[in-house]
């Protein structure tokens, strides 16, 4: 077996990644000492990773806003081109940074509508609606770690 990592330093090359992604997982530090991760689709805006909490989660009433926070995302590619001494390639992003509620409804309402378009942009936007049970937070990004893993 061989492996090669390699660092993506290229913020242009991210964001590409960031913004084809679909889904990724979350992870929140709660004031009850615990961690949750939940995989969840976002949206990549402005540097940061928005996203949606279900309000009626157990675990949402202990969400410490302020706190640190990770989101990964991760493709994988089977290499076909027999020239090539790998068979795989795995990227992986993280971004660590701080769990924000989103005060502000102008941004609110970007984010909604990018999501829309995303995800359902076959539903016109007057007639999307967000359930009532949904939160929208940030991640307000500190750093991001970006790497390709080659192997066989």
């Known amino acids: 077996m061989k492996k090669q990592i390699t660092q993506i330093r290229d913020i242009k090359e991210i964001e590409k990644q960031l913004v084809q992604s679909h889904s990724g997982v979350l992870c929140i ?6 961690l949750m991760q939940l995989a969840c689709n976002f949206v990549y805006l402005d540097k940061n990773i928005y996203t949606f909490l279900d309000n009626s989660d157990e675990n949402f009433e202990h969400i410490k806003y302020g706190s ?4 990964t995302v991760s493709s994988s590619d089977k290499i076909t081109d027999r ?20 005060d502000d409804n102008k941004l609110k309402d970007q984010v909604i509508e990018l999501y829309r378009l995303k995800y359902s942009s076959d539903i016109k ?18 750093e991001i770690n970006a790497q390709i893993e080659e192997g066989n």
């Open 29 to 34: 530090h709660l004031d009850n000492e615990k």
């Open 68 to 71: 640190s926070g990770s989101f």
């Open 83 to 102: 020239k090539s001494e790998f068979t795989y390639r795995l990227t992986y992003i993280t971004i660590n940074g701080e769990i924000k509620d989103i």
């Open 125 to 142: 936007s007057a007639e999307y609606e967000l359930s009532e049970n949904l939160k929208p937070i940030l991640l307000d990004t500190k």
